[in-house]
């Protein structure tokens, strides 16, 4: 019976871990190269997004160029105006992305903005390459997004 109970919990680990794994291969993958303008998918894990549907956690991201002239990802999830779940999901990325990138990368935050609307935002440095999770309240959309903005290599 404790080798039935301690195997389930490694598989419950096990289970975890590779979709820790897989979300981390996720943000990896948007550092890559590709064309400005050209889209590709982003999808939350289910264990931060475990109300929402696939659909609904799934991002189309877009790649922009930066003033800098380097180029930027940008994947986004939209809810209700200052939901809760909103909330969450924004804690819960800061976490997963945090946890991704490892004890060597810095997290800053940064308040300037020029609207009235609510922001926050975290942003990660590891090794000179910038990520982002940011939470915006549009009052004019009644919409709160969720933003992760990676830094293409």
């Known amino acids: 019976m404790a080798v039935r109970i301690l195997s ?10 590779c979709a820790a794994d897989t979300f981390c291969a996720d943000v990896e993958a948007l550092t890559g190269s590709g ?3 050209a889209t590709q998918a ?11 549907t696939v659909s609904e956690r799934a991002a189309e991201c877009r790649t922009s160029l930066a003033l800098s002239g380097g180029s930027h990802v940008h994947c986004n999830w939209s809810f209700g105006y200052r939901s809760d779940q909103a909330k969450q999901v924004f804690q819960g990325l800061i976490s997963a992305v945090a946890t991704c990138l490892g004890p060597e990368a810095a997290m800053t935050t940064d308040s300037s ?8 935002l975290r942003m990660f440095d ?8 940011s939470l915006k309240d549009k009052g004019a959309l009644q919409q709160t997004l969720v933003f992760v903005r990676v830094q293409k290599r």
Request: negative net charge; aromatic residues 12%.
């Open 8 to 17: 389930s919990a490694f598989m419950l680990f096990g289970a975890v871990a």
């Open 35 to 37: 064309a400005s303008g």
């Open 42 to 52: 982003f999808v939350l894990p289910k264990g931060l997004s475990a109300a929402m």
């Open 113 to 120: 903005v020029n609207h009235p609307d609510a922001y926050d």
């Open 126 to 133: 590891r090794g000179g390459q910038e990520f982002a999770v």
